[in-house]
């Protein structure tokens, strides 16, 4: 599971599919074993525990060089703290796994809801009329989603997140609603009122009021959920406890050969590989997934909304022609 990003990378399954079985083999042991040199999480770490290793070395040869002067006890202060350690990690990987559980909870909504929405312009819109309200409908829809991912992985308001939306609103609308000035906006609020104008147009044409306010209260969903995502981009787990359990686990580590460098002999070097390995990996795991927009399918998840809404809104003329147009 890789990303272009250098991260570990959540990857959506399909009903039927392969992947189930694969990911529930029970080969998969010894697979995700001698596959320890091509993960991403070895790699990220290379830089970090080899010199943790070249230091357990360097002591091993100085204990034997100089026996006299490492010959200091370590050993229970040394697996109290270990102990410590153990629990900062677990608290900050089950904290970073609620953020990515309340992220893709949230997708989820956004779908939910991007669905609804979908089968209620197919319903209520009218079909053919000059104006086109099921079509710019359909559009905002599709488009909605592709916002929203560039805003929580941070390339909302560039040229690549425009030319995305362009490619799916037409180049007209993508002018109406983006600032002249260039800043960023929040994109995403910008398309809601954009439909919410579609459904006052609605309203002109005869709707019946009942239809307003049923997809207003999507909208409104729609917009909770915008919120809630900006939460967990602006608020990580507080920066004091991060440090410190990397400057606990760092020192622990450092301090590791000096504990067993007695017993285990050059034996210690490849331990403290292993052990650096193991700890830094559940560490970084629980880094990479406190920020999980970074990492969720999100480009998959987009596509299969945007896929969704056409095929639900019936405007064939349109899946042909919604990355054509400019």
Not at 49 to 64: D, F, K, M, V, Y
Not at 177 to 202: A, K, P, Q, Y
Not at 272 to 281: A, M, N, P
Request: one cysteine or more.
């Amino acid at each position: 599971m890789l990303t272009d990003y250098g991260l570990s990378v959540s990857r959506s399954f399909t009903a039927g599919g392969q992947d189930w079985a694969l990911y529930q083999s029970p080969n998969r042991y010894f697979e995700q074993l001698l596959s320890i040199p091509r993960s991403v999480v070895f790699r990220r770490l290379a830089t970090t525990c080899l010199p943790l290793t070249l230091w357990a070395a360097c002591i091993e040869a100085a204990s034997e060089t100089w026996p006299e002067i490492l010959d200091f006890p370590v050993g229970q202060p040394f697996q109290f703290v270990g102990g410590a350690i153990s629990l900062l990690l677990v608290f900050r990987t089950n904290s970073a796994y609620g953020r990515f559980n309340a992220a893709r909870n949230s997708w989820a909504d956004v779908t939910c809801h991007c669905r609804n929405l979908a089968r209620k312009v197919y319903t209520w819109f009218p079909s053919e009329d000059e104006s086109d309200m099921r079509e710019r409908a359909a559009r905002i829809l599709c488009a909605l989603p592709w916002a929203l991912k560039a805003r929580v992985q941070g390339y909302e308001g560039t040229e690549f997140a425009r030319e995305q939306l362009t490619a799916i609103l037409g180049r007209k609308t993508i002018e109406h609603i983006w600032r002249s000035d260039g800043r960023t906006v929040n994109v995403s609020m910008l398309l809601l009122r954009e439909f919410n104008m579609l459904i006052n147009e609605l309203n002109e044409h005869g709707g019946h009021p009942i239809y307003q306010l049923l997809m207003d209260n999507d909208l409104t969903n729609l917009q909770s959920q915008i919120a809630k995502q900006d939460r967990i981009i602006s608020t990580p787990t507080p920066l004091s406890y991060t440090r410190h359990t990397s400057r606990s686990l760092m020192v622990w580590l450092i301090l590791l050969p000096f504990s067993y460098s007695q017993t285990l002999g050059w034996e210690v070097v490849p331990t403290v590989f292993l052990i650096s390995y193991i700890l830094l990996g559940i560490d970084d795991i629980g880094i990479q997934i406190e920020y999980p927009f970074t990492i969720l399918p999100l480009k998959e998840i987009c596509e299969e909304i945007e896929g969704e809404i056409l095929q639900e809104v019936d405007l064939k003329s349109m899946v042909n022609g919604v990355r054509q147009e400019s």
